[in-house]
């Protein structure tokens, strides 16, 4: 299981960039989802539909009660740290809802408490 630790090590990393996804970023975002999967199932959540792109990645975050949210990083070459102080999350209607509800961001530590703060209010 990927520690948040594991994961500070790389703020501020220089990820490698070119027609291929480096080998660097293919193991940061392996802990990374691995992470995400780890709090989830803290939280009686589970982590549907990720979405593996070239930098960068997204993925959805279903509720014990059938609610979801929607997550993504920016690409990491060029938003140095954005994937740890500024992580995209919003409401969605299903785990294919790439439009959801209104924008909001937070800090990879505290994901899981606003995570729960959209899951919580969500109207349907």
Not at 18 to 32: A, H, I, L, N, R
Not at 81 to 107: C, P
Request: proline share 1%; glycine share 4%.
């Amino acid at each position: 299981m990927a520690k948040l630790a594991e994961l500070k090590k790389y703020l501020d990393y220089e990820f490698s960039s070119g027609c291929y996804t480096g080998d660097d970023y293919k193991s940061f975002q392996t802990k990374y989802i691995n992470y995400l999967k780890a709090m989830c199932k803290e939280n009686h959540w589970r982590l549907v539909n990720v979405c593996r792109n070239h930098y960068c990645f997204s993925a959805f975050i279903q509720s014990s009660q059938n609610k979801f949210v929607y997550i993504s990083i920016s690409d990491v070459r060029h938003f140095s740290n954005e994937w740890y102080d500024h992580v995209l999350i919003r409401t969605a209607k299903n785990e294919v809802d790439y439009r959801g509800g209104f924008n909001h961001y937070t800090t990879l530590d505290k994901l899981d408490v606003k995570a729960a703060e959209l899951l919580d209010d969500m109207p349907f």
